[in-house]
T-cell receptor
Framework: RKEVEQDPGPFNVPEGATVAFNCTYS??????FFWYRQDCRKEPKLLMS???SGNEDGRFTAQLNRASQYISLLIRDSKLSDSATYLC?????????FGSGTKLNVKP | GAGVSQSPRYKVAKRGQDVALRCDPI?????LFWYQQALGQGPEFLTY????????KSGLPSDRFFAERPEGSVSTLKIQRTQQEDSAVYLC????????????????FGSGTRLTVV
């Protein structure tokens, strides 16, 4: 079983839509949590850290449920520029474990 | 430089050839990581340095892979006798954070080296 599991998608949504991604992680000792964004043939870039209290950055909201070992990302008012692969990441003792990513396509 | 720099950006190697991939981390960053990303997959951990010390090399797939960071700044990932399954993007990341606790800030990745073994 992979350390971090994500639905690969693709999620095809119209501009302005709200879309939600989820991931689960298997090791309860995981210490910190992130969403990264990766554009085609580019390096992953940090989108946001994820906290149990939930956190928001503009149109993006992330949530962590430690009891269920579940992480979510909500994107409101999708833009064409949001099209990318979103990687769920957990950190345990300086080792990042990445999911395989969820592909998002935002259509005009 | 302002970010993590990797070279070369692209490398084509014949099977059996040795390759060396370079990473220049952000100046002053004590931690440096190498990851391997196969097509359609998320990056996978290879190895971790804190300054010049290689604290974790559990992700190196075989003894053909070797990494070093002799002066605690630039790092080189060497792959000997390359095989087709080594074809991937090799990503380097650095962090100002040192230690084995959790971090609340993500790492900054370089643009990667895309290795193709033919």
């Amino acid at each position: 079983r992979k350390e971090v599991e994500q639905d690969p998608g693709p999620f095809n949504v119209p501009e302005g839509a709200t879309v939600a991604f989820n991931c689960t992680y298997s090791n309860s000792a995981s210490q910190s949590f992130f969403w990264y964004r990766q554009d085609c043939r580019k390096e992953p870039k940090l989108l946001m850290s994820v906290y149990s209290s939930g956190n928001e950055d503009g149109r993006f909201t992330a949530q962590l449920n430690r009891a269920s070992q579940y992480i979510s990302l909500l994107i409101r008012d999708s833009k064409l520029s949001d099209s990318a692969t979103y990687l769920c990441v957990v950190n345990r003792f300086n080792k990042f474990y990445f999911g395989s990513g969820t592909k998002l396509n935002v259509k005009p | 430089g302002a970010g993590v720099s990797q070279s070369p950006r692209y490398k084509v190697a014949k099977r059996g050839q040795d390759v060396a991939l370079r990473c220049d981390p952000i100046s002053g960053h004590v931690s440096l990581f190498w990851y391997q990303q196969a097509l359609g997959q998320g990056p996978e951990f290879l190895t971790y340095f804190q300054n010049e010390a290689q604290l974790d090399k559990s992700g190196l797939p075989s003894d053909r892979f070797f990494a070093e960071r002799p002066e605690g700044s630039v790092s080189t990932l060497k792959i000997q006798r390359t095989q087709q399954e080594d074809s991937a993007v090799y990503l380097c990341a650095s962090s100002a954070f040192a230690g084995t606790g959790g971090v609340n800030d993500g790492y900054t990745f370089g643009s990667g080296t895309r290795l193709t073994v033919v």
